[in-house]
């Protein structure tokens, strides 16, 4: 579960990442024309070693490269924990075409109708170690994303016998990105950089520039074949798993939705929280994402997630059921009341039952993500 705190809601927000038990500091900033023009005077007269430096304490840049700015108008953030630098992540900013405080505040959405406007707008959002955060102009700060809760799950219903309409489901799709668990891979380049800037690595080259100004060229050539051969094998095998993890993370399939009043197949990369879509003739063993079984029953293993060897039965929401109410998609336990309307991603369907459904088409298996 994340914590939100604001400190200095114009330049500086404090964060707490209950699950990560770390607090962290965000300073919004841009770049500093004149900072960059020194910055590279300054790895001019030092032969690149501030680059160096840099690499291991991240200090020039962020004195020089970066300015303090409001966070409603920053290029990236500056992210510290106990006053020591984490990361430097870039904010992104993207249209989008309604208003957020509905969604994450609804006590502030008419605040935020009467100062911005409801039409379309900019969201901003930065990601740190994949929690994605999103600017709220009548907060003025930054909140997870993971916050959100469609207005409709408050009064105990699903998305509608309609499904989501075109308009909500870019709104999400700005807001949540793909539906997919997608690794980024670095590239050869810049592991071999990030290698390279190893104080070991710095260590061997100024050995090697010590023995060749005293002639030992046998030496500096031994260190030099032994430091490369193990710069490659290093990067051969760090990209091996990396590419590993990656296809084994990035799952996709086709997955029969309902949108507008109309069922279409689409690619479960596709799906937004709120979407509905059938089991009945899934064409996936595993299911793509987290969702609630509102029509239907269904027989799911679970195994992967708990270990145990015996299928799980889960049950369609009741008309009664709070279950949409106390949704959070926040926490990483659920309630034994909640666990068995929900099926997990990543587990595997063995039964599905057909119902006559109110959705749109008959005899299917509902789930909404």
Request: overall charge negative; some cysteine.
């Amino acid at each position: 579960m994340l914590i939100v705190r604001a400190s200095r809601p114009d330049y500086v927000q404090g964060i707490g990442l209950a699950e990560e038990d770390m607090n962290i500091t965000v300073r919004g900033c841009r770049r500093s024309a004149a900072g960059s023009v020194l910055y590279w005077i300054l790895v001019v007269c030092t032969a690149g070693i501030i680059i160096i430096v840099d690499s291991w304490f991240h200090t020039f840049s962020t004195w020089l490269l970066l300015k303090q700015a409001p966070l409603s108008e920053a290029e990236c953030v500056h992210v510290s924990s106990g006053g020591k630098f984490v990361s430097l992540e870039v904010v992104s900013a993207v249209q989008f075409d309604g208003t957020l405080e509905a969604a994450f505040n609804p006590q502030d959405s008419e605040k935020h109708i009467e100062q911005y406007g409801d039409g379309p707008g900019e969201l901003r959002m930065f990601t740190f170690r994949h929690y994605r955060f999103a600017y709220l102009p009548a907060s003025a700060q930054f909140v997870p994303i993971s916050r959100w809760k469609d207005p409709e799950w408050t009064l105990g219903v699903a998305t509608g016998l309609a499904g989501l309409s075109e308009r909500i489901h870019r709104q999400r799709m700005s807001i949540f990105g793909q539906c997919v668990i997608d690794i980024r891979e670095k590239t050869y380049l810049r592991l071999l950089w990030e290698e390279v800037l190893n104080p070991f690595y710095i260590f061997q080259l100024a050995s090697i520039i010590i023995w060749s100004c005293e002639d030992y060229y046998y030496y500096a050539c031994a260190i030099f074949v032994i430091s490369a051969i193990s710069i490659a094998s290093t990067l051969i095998s760090t990209k091996r798993t990396m590419r590993k993890i990656r296809e084994m993370s990035a799952y996709t399939c086709d997955v029969l939705v309902l949108r507008a009043g109309h069922w279409s197949e689409v690619a479960s990369s596709d799906l937004v929280p709120g979407d509905i879509f059938d089991l009945a003739d899934a064409k996936f063993a595993a299911l793509p994402c987290d969702a609630v079984l509102l029509e239907g029953d269904c027989v799911v293993n679970e195994s992967m997630l708990t270990g145990e060897s015996v299928p799980e039965s889960k049950s369609p929401l009741e008309h009664t059921s709070r279950v949409l109410q106390e949704i959070d998609m926040a926490a990483h336990t659920l309630k034994p009341s909640m666990s068995r309307h929900i099926l997990f991603a990543g587990t595997h369907l063995v039964r599905v039952r057909k119902v006559n459904s109110v959705y749109g088409k008959q005899t299917a298996s509902r789930t909404s993500t």
